[in-house]
């Protein structure tokens, strides 16, 4: 380049004077390296898929999915329960402040800020380091996210009655039940339909009465008297609606 009003530009030697198609490389060039993508290479992966689709198959058959009984929208002392995955969200809608007025807060205010915080780290963070000491703000995030589920998902596992949840949604005997019955009538009236169901299949805190085995007469004294996690005097009826329950509950057998 020549300094001037004749100023003069030069190519550079590196740059060919002349512009090339762009031919993939020739991978021959590497032998044992690389491969063709058809059909060595999605051979592979299909291979691959079609050993672990089996290996899930042979699972499922082995240990089929833990099926509760039919759904019963008269039982009020149903517990539900989320996936394991799930664990923390439906902890944090247990605090006060998370739940009853405030559901919105547990369910999309929090959850939301967290997960968009996790999203925005890496915009926030923006610099090239790739260590974690590097990138407080990214690991920061990171480290609480982690903790904050681990905790909240140890908190719903502890303070979580198995052995109830295992009863309420255990599948029992069937029964043709008379809804039209004067005895079911009394049973629905004096309130045994919230905790025992409408199918009287039982829930996690009252047990099924279908089989029960019991007499009129023992069956009586334990809707006056209580038995168990039933406390006495539930039974509000006259000595001759109390009979016909009892008759009614003691006759019920399964299919």
């Known amino acids: 380049m020549h300094r001037g009003k004749g100023m003069k530009f030069v190519g550079d030697s590196r740059v060919p004077a002349e512009r090339k198609p762009n031919i993939p490389k020739d991978y021959s060039e590497y032998p044992g390296k690389t491969e063709a993508f058809w059909p060595n290479f999605l051979l592979k992966e299909w291979m691959v898929g079609a ?24 039982d ?28 919105v807060i547990g369910a999309i205010v929090i959850p ?4 968009g915080s996790l999203l925005l780290a890496p915009f926030i963070d923006r610099g090239p380091e ?17 903790a904050s589920i681990i905790f909240l998902t140890w908190q719903a596992v502890a303070h979580h009655d198995w052995e109830a949840a295992e009863q309420q949604g255990k599948i029992v005997a069937e ?8 005895g079911y ?28 085995e019991l007499k009129p007469e023992e069956v009586a004294d ?4 209580g038995k168990g996690k039933m406390p006495p005097g539930m039974f509000k009826g006259t000595d001759e609606e109390l009979k016909k329950l009892a008759e009614f509950i003691s006759s019920i057998k399964s299919k």
């Not at 790739?130 to 982690?146: E, I, N, S, V």
């Open 222 to 225: 334990i809707a006056k008297n």
């Open 175 to 182: 029964a043709d039940i008379d809804k039209e019955a004067e």
């Open 76 to 103: 009020t002392a149903y517990i539900p329960l989320p996936d394991w995955y799930f664990l923390f969200l439906y902890q944090l809608l247990k605090y006060t402040y998370a739940s009853g007025p405030y559901n």
């Open 130 to 146: 790739r260590r974690p000491t590097k990138r407080p703000l990214a690991t920061g995030f990171m480290l609480l996210a982690l």
């Open 112 to 115: 939301g800020l967290a997960f």
């Open 51 to 74: 050993v672990f689709l089996v290996g899930f198959l042979c699972l499922t058959v082995a240990h089929p999915s833990p099926l509760e009984r039919v759904a019963d929208p008269t």
């Open 185 to 212: 009538k009394i049973y629905e009236a004096q309130g045994c339909i919230n905790c025992h169901g409408a199918e009287l299949s039982g829930g996690a805190g009252a047990p099924a009465l279908i089989d029960t």
